[in-house]
């Protein structure tokens, strides 16, 4: 499944193959870093905030001088990011003004099924008919036209999350268009630190592209509808690299402690990030939330859909100095990401205390409930794209009921890398290859990155939300190629 002009990415890093653009590639660091603005509700009440977004396309100038159109939340790429208490119920309209149906998923909320983007639970555009809704006749979702309501309760911790289009079999082109954006949970015990905060607390959502001559994003072309042979069966990464959608920007800071909130919003791109000079990433927080203490990093291995809050101290540099986020697993311009620039001396009152939360360790109780998850390439007489457990994503078929309430210890299995993420609860990584987590599974997790023949061990408990879930990999293209599962929550 290549098309010309394309090669393969040779870097150790990455299984996923590089769409190279069509258009010269601009000079780095000369774009100031956008931050995507904050949602505002329309209206709130004691307990809920109420917000509408249009779905719609726009042309955006992402490149300079070239017109890029997007599939965007509000028209942006990234949408608008969501800004909310925990305990606070967030209500949001979302309006279909696109030519192709959508589904919205809160990845990582603790979200009713009804509103978890179940992938055929479409959204279909006005003025479009259901019966455009169904691939290979499948049926069985709620479909929707022209708008629907998603409510997410917002009754978990603290944490970075980030909304994407779900839609079944076409989440990865969707989301390389614009489908995403960030859903910020704040609490109590998170406002009680001492953390850097206001300008100083900055969202790096991370995702690389690839353009054609005309401007538009190169991705392949889907002609055949779903299936094999229209897809990239590895996985696309792009040759450009963008924050905050904008092409290696460049941000100046104070010689000063900042939070950042990375995020790996990439179909398949894995990072492994490094700054030039003496700073370290100081972790604070992962997928859900704070840590219990900061774990330091000198390198940040950062796989699709993983978030890492992170606090980077720019006091150590003098003033004037260019300080570089790099990719040690890009090649060629795929190595730079974006710049920091030392501007000026400042004043830091804030810190990053040795306890950050009441984080705990789930207990090993006896006779936990097993299960085994094996995620591989289709074997010769199955499915010819990925699988789970051997078989490609059926909705009508239930790999796993779960009680809730109930400890279960999941093993995920890999043949080559792939982000395993579970929908609906945290979990907490027991084991990698046999020995103690890795240095990047500290905290609540909602995806981990399972690298080649591997084996990951996880601790979860289901507390919330009877129904349909999902776990899958969260390589974009792998999940389209049917690298998904579903199980009931009972
Ligand atoms: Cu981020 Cu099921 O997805
Ligand atoms: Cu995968």
Same mark, same amino acid.
């Given at each position: 499944?290549?098309?010309?002009?394309?090669?393969?990415?040779?870097?150790?890093?990455?299984?996923?193959?590089?769409?190279?653009?069509?258009?010269?590639?601009?000079?780095?660091?000369?774009?100031?870093?956008?931050?995507?603005?904050?949602k505002?509700?329309?209206?709130?009440?004691?307990?809920?905030?109420?917000?509408?977004v249009v779905q719609r396309?726009?042309?955006?100038?992402?490149?300079?001088?070239?017109?890029?159109?997007?599939?965007g939340y509000d028209g942006l790429?990234?949408g608008p990011?969501?800004?909310?208490?925990?305990?606070?119920?967030?209500?949001?309209?979302?309006?279909?003004?696109?030519?192709?149906?959508?589904?919205?998923?809160?990845?990582?909320?603790?979200?009713?099924?009804?509103?978890?983007?179940?992938?055929?639970?479409?959204?279909?555009?006005?003025?479009?008919?259901?019966?455009?809704?169904?691939?290979?006749?499948?049926?069985?979702?709620?479909?929707?036209?022209?708008?629907?309501?998603?409510?997410?309760?917002?009754?978990?911790?603290?944490?970075?999350?980030?909304?994407?289009?779900?839609?079944?079999?076409?989440?990865?082109?969707?989301?390389?268009?614009?489908?995403?954006?960030?859903?910020?949970?704040?609490?109590?015990?998170?406002?009680?630190?001492?953390?850097?905060?206001?300008?100083?607390?900055?969202?790096? *959502?991370?995702? $690389?592209? !690839?353009?054609?001559?005309? =401007?538009?994003?190169?991705?392949?072309?889907? %002609?055949? /509808?779903? +299936?094999?042979?229209?897809?990239?069966?590895?996985?696309?990464?792009?040759?450009?690299?963008?924050?905050?959608?904008?092409?290696?920007?460049?941000?100046?800071?104070?010689?000063?402690?900042?939070?950042?909130?990375?995020?790996?919003?990439?179909?398949?791109?894995?990072?492994?990030?490094?700054?030039?000079?003496?700073?370290?990433?100081?972790?604070?927080?992962?997928?859900?939330?704070?840590?219990?203490?900061?774990?330091?990093?000198?390198?940040?291995?950062?796989?699709?859909?993983?978030?890492?809050? *992170?606090?980077? $101290?720019? !006091?150590?540099?003098?003033? =004037?100095?260019?300080?570089?986020?790099?990719? %040690?697993? /890009?090649? +060629?311009?795929?190595?730079?990401?974006?710049?920091?620039?030392?501007?000026?001396?400042?004043?830091?009152?804030?810190?990053?205390?040795?306890?950050?939360?009441?984080?705990?360790?789930?207990?090993?109780?006896?006779?936990?409930?097993?299960?085994?998850?094996?995620?591989?390439?289709?074997?010769?007489?199955?499915?010819?794209?990925?699988?789970?457990?051997?078989?490609?994503?059926?909705?009508?078929?239930?790999?796993?009921?779960?009680?809730?309430?109930?400890?279960?210890?999941?093993?995920?299995?890999?043949?080559?890398?792939?982000?395993?993420?579970?929908?609906?609860?945290?979990?907490?990584?027991?084991?990698?290859?046999? /020995?103690?987590?890795?240095?990047?599974?500290?905290?609540?997790?909602?995806?981990?990155?399972?690298?080649?023949?591997?084996?990951?061990?996880?601790?979860?408990?289901?507390?919330?939300?009877?129904?349909?879930?999902?776990?899958?990999?969260?390589?974009?293209?792998?999940?389209?190629?049917?690298?998904?599962?579903?199980?009931?929550?009972?």
């Amino acid at each position: 499944a290549t098309l010309a002009g394309c090669g393969l990415d040779p870097s150790p890093g990455q299984t996923a193959e590089l769409l190279t653009s069509a258009v010269p590639l601009p000079e780095p660091f000369q774009v100031p870093l956008p931050i995507p603005p904050v949602k505002r509700p329309v209206r709130s009440d004691a307990k809920t905030d109420y917000y509408r977004v249009v779905q719609r396309k726009a042309s955006l100038e992402i490149l300079p001088g070239l017109k890029t159109e997007v599939l965007g939340y509000d028209g942006l790429l990234p949408g608008p990011t969501f800004d909310v208490r925990s305990g606070r119920t967030s209500v949001v309209e979302q309006v279909n003004q696109l030519d192709v149906p959508t589904v919205v998923h809160l990845h990582g909320g603790h979200t009713p099924a009804s509103s978890d983007g179940w992938p055929l639970d479409l959204l279909m555009p006005d003025g479009q008919h259901h019966d455009h809704a169904g691939h290979h006749g499948m049926t069985g979702g709620d479909v929707k036209t022209g708008s629907r309501s998603y409510t997410f309760p917002n009754t978990q911790r603290a944490a970075t999350l980030w909304y994407h289009d779900h839609r079944m079999d076409y989440t990865a082109p969707q989301v390389y268009r614009g489908l995403f954006g960030l859903h910020l949970i704040r609490d109590a015990e998170e406002d009680a630190l001492p953390l850097p905060a206001g300008d100083r607390e900055v969202p790096l *959502v991370l995702a $690389d592209r !690839s353009f054609n001559e005309d =401007g538009s994003f190169r991705y392949p072309a889907l %002609k055949d /509808g779903p +299936g094999v042979e229209s897809r990239y069966m590895e996985g696309v990464i792009g040759d450009v690299q963008l924050v905050n959608g904008a092409p290696w920007p460049v941000l100046e800071v104070d010689a000063a402690r900042y939070r950042f909130r990375i995020l790996n919003a990439a179909n398949a791109r894995r990072y492994e990030l490094a700054l030039d000079g003496p700073a370290r990433f100081v972790q604070i927080g992962s997928d859900g939330g704070l840590l219990g203490a900061p774990v330091e990093h000198e390198t940040l291995v950062v796989a699709p859909a993983e978030r890492f809050d *992170v606090v980077v $101290d720019f !006091s150590q540099y003098t003033v =004037g100095t260019q300080v570089t986020l790099t990719n %040690k697993l /890009g090649t +060629g311009r795929a190595t730079q990401v974006m710049r920091f620039v030392v501007a000026r001396k400042a004043v830091d009152d804030s810190n990053v205390p040795a306890k950050l939360s009441s984080y705990a360790a789930l207990p090993e109780p006896a006779g936990l409930v097993r299960r085994k998850w094996r995620f591989r390439r289709g074997q010769a007489g199955e499915h010819r794209g990925w699988t789970i457990n051997g078989k490609p994503f059926d909705p009508e078929v239930m790999q796993a009921t779960v009680k809730l309430d109930q400890y279960e210890l999941w093993s995920f299995v890999t043949d080559v890398h792939h982000p395993v993420h579970v929908h609906l609860a945290p979990f907490q990584v027991l084991r990698r290859g046999g /020995g103690p987590p890795g240095p990047y599974d500290a905290g609540w997790k909602d995806t981990v990155d399972v690298r080649p023949a591997e084996v990951v061990d996880v601790l979860v408990r289901f507390t919330t939300h009877k129904g349909k879930y999902l776990i899958h990999c969260h390589n974009l293209e792998h999940e389209d190629m049917a690298m998904m599962a579903a199980f009931a929550t009972v």
